[in-house]
């Protein structure tokens, strides 16, 4: 007995329609970005990392774009049709997780494959917990990657680095962009990170914080939205996850280290919290309205005794890159040690996902 | 010192393009959905359980369309404008993960709160697991729910659920749009559903199976598809499980369940193995080219001695139906005990959340 099925009819109307292959990753890198719309006047492709480009249209109405060859990355882009976002639809399986902006993922693959790229190495495993935050008033999540070979019933305990998101990112931020599980198992196959637990956390003090309108926002807010996410994470996301899981409570085994929003929140636990975390890394951070009432009797000196590591790094095509600039003066001003870098790049997650591969190495060393 | 950043620069941007929210749910539980296209000439919403509707055009070229007061559920939507699917850019944090179709999602909440939404309850922790499967030659993933209380250090072991999606879905399906963990969550907080671990697989026995542009299909390839499928669950992710986490291992322990494509696996899988699993739930399952073959020497006497539940569900308005009901009647002719359900619905999740509720509390009793 034959059985023909909606899905099977699903598929026939998907075949006839013929949409075309959007992105398409050539064997040169070259990227070939494709969206039908036979109505539109002008479309642009904004591809991450890159002014946006017309893209040209055809006698169907499909507009393409293709690149130069490209270097191997995980590319964010997006469509604007007519001053209107679009995102692609046929990358349905590649959406940035993101509460503000739409925008899809293309993989452009090295040879060899990249340390944000799956490979045939061990890897950790993604664990997702809920909660709700008393602090924040709030149903919120964070996710604890432990490394290959973590096992809850053994002996051996970890140290452990709180990675945080940048304003418009949600708790996966991390992950499903920024590849942070990847990059790990990549480097402690390699030997060259120690394995570590890696704690995501959804990281705003304020509930409605980021929306496509534009969230609650506002000074007072920015402040809260500082002050709640560091009681959130000090009082409930580390005490939850030092009594769930074999992980090292000293000092010297905690980290943390943020992008963009995340960076500025990094430096506000990590530099008034000298006694919690050993190593802290700002990438890419803005947001914070003024440094000196930002950080009270900062002391460098005291600082250096108490940290292994102080990383401030930007992008130099990053607007961002004036903040950092003045925040690294200052903290030299005031005698601190750090580690401050330039690399070149906008405000991205190339350049996060690489922040991250460099600063993780020398963690817990 | 006062510091603006790239942030705020972006922030003023879009508060500036004014956009229009959507969706929109107001308090009589009708939902306004917004579309900004001024090109457009004719745009539609695809809601899901109902037919496309068209959407009204104002001055400023912002399509809308209000429903009227509608079940509290999560619905998938998407627009349609001029022939091409649209997601929405005003609701980038509720897109549906799929490899084929483009979707977002809205929750019209219920009062009191429905089992599929997060409630002030104690919460289980979804555990990703990343992997080689041997068996189809790709890198795949699978979801482990473990239930609130679940610890791996304790002693006491739990039975497990396999939970398998439809054509189209990835391994997060169940859990981003099917809402498995929050519904179990509630169903085990009110006394109705046994603590039991959840396995949410990658569902597929071939590399491309599902793509926007048709994927790698045809007769030899979907037996292809059921047959390593099967292999990977048994042979890879049903022993991994078993090792790794404190699970019950006799078959009275493990139950299977799916739904369409997942549903025919499913069946697949439970009515061959008889026994492996005591209960076997096929939510509106589709797929299946022949019955007979499929079940190579099928003997419902014998599945009545092994098998403690073996369930057959569709909704009424599923283009499915007509299968079902052929599936029931042979499985009754082979003189098989089962639960034949038939329910209002279309081919849809609200369909399958409904049926995981109620298939769920009959488990491991």
């Known amino acids: 007995m034959t059985t023909v099925g909606l899905l099977v009819l699903a598929i026939s109307v998907v075949a006839l329609q013929k949409p075309p292959i959007s992105p398409e990753v050539h064997p040169d890198r070259s990227v070939t970005f494709r969206l039908v719309d036979p109505g539109a006047t002008k479309v642009e492709l904004g591809l991450e990392g890159a002014d946006s480009v017309p893209m040209t249209r055809d006698g ?7 690149t130069g060859p490209l270097a191997p990355d995980i590319y964010g882009y997006s469509f604007n049709a007519d001053g209107q976002t679009r995102l692609d639809p046929q990358n349905p399986s590649m959406v940035k997780p993101n509460l503000v902006w739409s925008g899809n ?3 452009v693959p090295g040879d060899p494959a990249e340390p944000w790229e799956r490979q045939n190495v061990p890897h950790g495993i993604l664990h997702h917990h809920f909660y709700h935050s008393g602090v924040v008033g709030d149903d919120r999540d964070y996710f604890v990657y432990t490394p290959p070979g973590y096992k ?4 051996k305990k970890y140290p452990v680095l709180y990675l945080l998101h940048g304003y418009s990112d949600i708790a996966n931020g991390w992950t499903e962009v920024g590849k942070a599980n ?8 390699q030997g060259r990170a120690k394995p570590m637990l890696v704690v995501m956390t959804f990281g705003y003090g304020v509930p409605g914080y980021a929306s ?6 506002g000074p007072d807010v920015e402040k809260k939205n500082y002050d709640n996410y560091r009681e959130s994470l000090l009082k409930e996301v ?8 074999r992980v090292k409570t000293d000092k010297a085994d905690r980290a ?3 992008l963009s929003m995340g960076g500025a929140e990094t430096l506000y636990v990590g530099l008034n919290n000298l006694d919690t975390f050993s190593y802290v890394g700002a990438f890419s951070s803005g947001g914070l309205r003024d440094i000196e009432t930002s950080f009270p009797g900062f002391d460098g000196a005291k600082a250096n005794e108490k940290l292994k590591l102080l990383w401030v790094s930007c992008g130099t095509e990053d607007g961002l890159i004036r903040f950092n600039r003045t925040l690294v003066k200052w903290l030299k001003a005031k005698n601190a040690n750090l580690q401050a870098l330039e690399t070149p790049g906008r405000h991205t997650w190339m350049v996060w996902r690489r922040n991250l591969i460099a600063f993780s190495q ?4």
Do not use: K
């Open 105 to 107: 993922m293309v993989l």
């Open 60 to 66: 169907n109405g499909v507009w393409s774009y293709t």
């Open 182 to 189: 990847e990059i790990l198992d990549n480097l402690i196959a």
């Open 212 to 217: 496509p309108n534009g969230g609650n926002r």
């Open 256 to 258: 943390i280290a943020g």
């Open 238 to 245: 580390v005490p939850a996850v030092e009594s769930d899981y």
């Open 362 to 365: 020398q963690l817990f060393r």
């Open 152 to 155: 809850a019933t053994a002996r």
